[in-house]
């Protein structure tokens, strides 16, 4: 055996061992509709590929949607996310079991969640504020200074951060940003 064989044996065998351990995993969530461009990555990776409909997401996994594009999101539970143009969430961790939770990350953009029921232990973390999700249809929007804006349009959520925290009823909203609790 050359000595280049080698390397780009062990190279391909631990290809093959990351995709083997990814393939062994339960999924979180599909991507179920796509408009426009939108695209995913794994959070060890920093390349991004293009997204597919019928795509499977695991737990620490990213989307994100581009100019003049839509994606459309179902959770293992159910639960739909839907996000705006120039969005970018992430799946950190995927409820398996009684007492666990499903935490999303919307670092970017506008997402709207429904779920028929209400979710257990649904958490939307944003860089201001982090949403605990007790009612069944809600929208996040942050922008570029990491403001995030919840309007709760049924159900109700608990909006809080180190600082404060506020409970969004149907029909309100809230404001959180970095270096103060959140308001009404």
């Known amino acids: 055996m050359s000595q280049a064989f080698f390397p780009r044996l062990c ?25 426009g461009k939108g695209e ?18 695991f737990p620490t996994n990213f989307v994100r ?9 179902l959770l293992v539970d159910g639960t739909q996310v839907r996000l705006a143009p120039n969005s970018q969430l ?16 919307l670092n970017a953009g506008r997402s709207w969640v429904q779920s028929k029921v209400a979710p257990r232990g649904l958490v939307m973390e944003t860089p201001s504020a982090v949403a605990a999700i007790r009612g069944t249809d809600w929208e996040m ?4 200074e990491g403001r995030a804006t919840l309007s709760v349009l049924s159900g109700e959520v608990e909006f809080s951060n180190a600082l404060g925290a506020v409970v969004v009823q149907r029909g309100e909203q809230a404001l959180a940003e970095k270096g103060k609790a959140p308001v009404k």
Do not use: F
């Open 40 to 57: 995913a990555r794994e959070a060890q990776q920093t390349a991004w590929s293009a997204a597919k409909v019928k795509q499977r997401l």
């Open 11 to 35: 190279a391909l065998a631990l290809a093959m061992g990351v995709s083997l351990a990814a393939g062994a995993a339960d999924p979180a969530a599909e991507i179920v509709s796509l408009e």
């Open 141 to 144: 929007a942050v922008d570029g």
């Open 65 to 73: 949607t581009l100019d003049l594009s839509r994606m459309g999101v």
């Open 90 to 105: 992430q799946i950190k961790e995927a409820a398996k079991g009684h007492d666990a939770k499903t935490i999303l990350n």
